[in-house]
T-cell receptor, first 112, second 111 residues
């Protein structure tokens, strides 16, 4: 059974229209991550939560925000999507005392 | 930037061992070597990791050189389902280390 679940698998939005991607995990992990993966590129870390502590990567655009209302759920908000934000967005979770990240299947975002 | 160097692509015959090399010459003493793979249109999947000793699990074996400057991931009997991009990543242990993905090796297993 999937342990890190991302919904939806495919998301289409319009240029400039806010969009939210969701991720949930059934593992009770205290660390959750969001990655962006553009076509034919490697995943790139956007930010992560260690418990409720938010850690933003230095080069993550302000257009990207995240919320973690509880241990199980984490959201990625793109406030004004541009064409360059079309990508696969990957969520992952990890237990703080271990070093293995478990990834969801990803949400592929298209911006029209 | 990623601290590893991998060949961009490799081929392997089905049923044969796949040996994927990785150079990490600037690895620090507290950094582990991790391997993940990503099958097309799926999220990355953890394979194995190690610090300095060789490691083996149900998926693969990891051979780390004594000076820790390089390592090899071994898939002992590759199948068509092992076709994927394989990422070698070095990261510090514990919760503070993040995964910085390099370009990886595209492994194609052929019948």
């Amino acid at each position: 059974d999937a342990m890190v679940i991302q919904n939806p698998r495919y998301q289409v939005t319009q240029f400039g229209k806010p969009v939210t991607l969701s991720c949930s995990q059934t593992l009770n992990h205290n660390v959750m991550y969001w990655y962006q993966q553009k076509s034919s590129q490697a995943p790139k870390l956007l930010f992560h939560y260690y418990d409720k502590d938010f850690n933003n990567e230095a080069d993550t655009p302000d257009n990207f925000q995240s919320r973690r209302p509880n241990t199980s759920f984490c959201f990625l908000d793109i406030r004004s999507p541009g064409l360059g934000d079309a990508a696969m967005y990957l969520c992952a979770s990890q237990v703080g005392t271990k070093n293995i990240q478990y990834f969801g299947a990803g949400t592929r975002l298209s911006v029209l | 930037d990623a601290k590893t160097t991998q060949p961009p692509s490799m081929d392997c015959a089905e049923g044969r061992a796949a040996n994927l090399p990785c150079n990490h010459s600037t690895i620090s003493g507290n950094e582990y070597v991790y391997w993940y793979r990503q099958i097309h249109s799926q999220g990355p999947q953890y394979i194995i990791h190690g610090l300095k000793n060789n490691e083996t699990n149900e998926m693969a074996s990891l051979i780390i050189t004594e000076d820790r400057k390089s390592s090899t991931l071994i898939l002992p009997h590759a199948t068509l389902r092992d076709t994927a991009v394989y990422y070698c990543i070095v990261r510090v242990g514990g919760s503070q280390g993040n995964l910085i993905f390099g370009k990886g090796t595209k492994l194609s297993v052929k019948p």
